[in-house]
């Protein structure tokens, strides 16, 4: 009943639909959204699942999920079929994801970090990220010991996708996202704050690529970096041309 009535809701606009066809749509999520509705959503009332729904006046099907604290690109598929193809496309790692994060520090020009995580039940499982350089910069801003902070502005490649994949393998190698919780560096969070009221996380995902499971064509859909994450990159000089 993809097509059927759906319950009312009370409505935002407060998202961007990034692509839409006979089969599936995409938004911009925005960072501090949930996908949809969940034991751990508390007192959330802004769903992506929902809002998605009431934009469109159908149902619509999650294919893969988002972190709350992440911006960017999420797919929905618009009937079963449609989600069951995606999904199967997604566990053979034939999706492309594309990320852009701020991150404490100087990262190399280019790293692989292979390093299996632990999921929630206990289970450690091979994880392995792929990164890129875009731009570095060192700001007049004290911290700690240091007379400047220096960060960069980097491209992710995520080859598997576990939970809170990217955060956990970026603190692994002492580049944490810059207002990561609880996975980041506290201290530059506080900072961060308190010179430029900034708390949102700086991770965006920004595009994702694969091949259309009934045209077969190529789909890329690509999502433009909120105002947030564009004023730090400005505050801070990582802006690229």
């Known amino acids: 009943m993809s097509n059927g009535s759906i319950p009312s809701e009370p409505h935002s606009e407060n998202f961007g639909i990034l692509y839409q066809d006979d089969f599936l749509t995409a938004m911009n999520k925005a960072a501090g959204m949930m996908v949809h509705r969940s034991e751990a959503a508390g007192k959330h009332e802004n769903f992506a699942l929902q809002q998605m729904r009431n934009h469109l006046g159908r149902w619509v099907f999650t294919v893969h999920r988002l972190d709350r604290k ?35 520090g100087y990262t190399p020009d280019e790293s692989l970090i292979d390093y299996p995580l632990v999921n929630e039940v206990g289970k450690l499982q091979d994880a392995i990220t792929q990164f890129r350089t875009l731009t570095r910069a060192e700001v007049n801003l004290p ?27 970026l603190a692994h190698i002492n580049h944490p996202i810059i207002g990561d919780r609880p996975h980041g560096c506290n201290k530059q969070n506080k900072l961060f704050k308190e010179k430029w009221n900034m708390v949102s996380m700086l991770l965006h995902a920004s595009s994702i690529e694969f091949e259309h499971p009934f045209t077969k064509e190529k789909v890329k859909i690509s999502a433009p970096f909120p105002p947030e994450f564009n004023r730090i990159l400005i505050l801070t000089g990582l802006q690229t041309a």
């Open 70 to 104: 992440t911006s960017g690109v999420l797919l929905f598929a618009l009937d079963k079929e449609t989600q069951r193809k995606l999904q199967g496309s997604f566990s053979r790692q034939e999706i492309t994801k594309t990320y852009h994060a701020v991150v404490r």
């Open 143 to 169: 911290f700690g010991k240091f007379q400047t902070s220096r960060y960069s502005l980097i491209e992710i490649l995520p080859k598997t996708g576990r939970m809170h994949q990217i955060r956990r393998h």
